[in-house]
């Protein structure tokens, strides 16, 4: 096995894992800015979405990190990627001067989108604690 093939699907898992796993726990010391944003989007609950928001990238970003139940683990940041896409970077629905920012920040989130469909199709890889091949 070759060092891509061992080391690459370790290292695509930690670079998508810091898309989620500091940005909820950014989203914990500053709750109430969280449950506002979403709130500003019209969002229901958002208390309890900005809970379930924390509980998903915290959790399965943490498992998706660490290889374990990480096909599982990257179906759920996958859609959960998707709908951040949807409904937070709704480039079509804003003025002019914020649909670039807001255009290359929903095209990322479908690119993560992708690379987490290809972790859910494909497993963790060797290094990981689903295929307990650490060493």
């Known amino acids: 096995m070759g ?65 374990l139940k990480a096909r599982w683990a990257a179906l759920v940041l996958a859609v959960f990627a998707l709908l951040a896409a949807m409904f937070f970077h709704n480039f079509w629905a804003l003025p002019p001067a914020e649909q670039m920012a807001q255009s290359i920040a929903f095209y990322k989130n479908l690119a993560i989108t992708g690379g987490l469909l290809f972790v859910a199709a494909f ?12 060493g």
């Open 3 to 67: 060092f891509i093939e061992k080391f690459g699907p370790l290292m695509g898992r930690v670079l998508l894992a810091l898309m989620f796993v500091p940005s909820g726990f950014s989203k914990i010391s500053n709750f109430d800015g969280t449950v506002g944003y979403i709130a500003s989007k019209g969002l229901p609950l958002p208390p309890v979405l900005a809970g379930g928001t924390i509980a998903v990238e915290v959790v399965a970003g943490l498992a998706l990190l660490l290889g």
């Open 123 to 134: 497993g963790p890889g060797p290094i990981s604690v689903d295929r307990h091949d650490l």
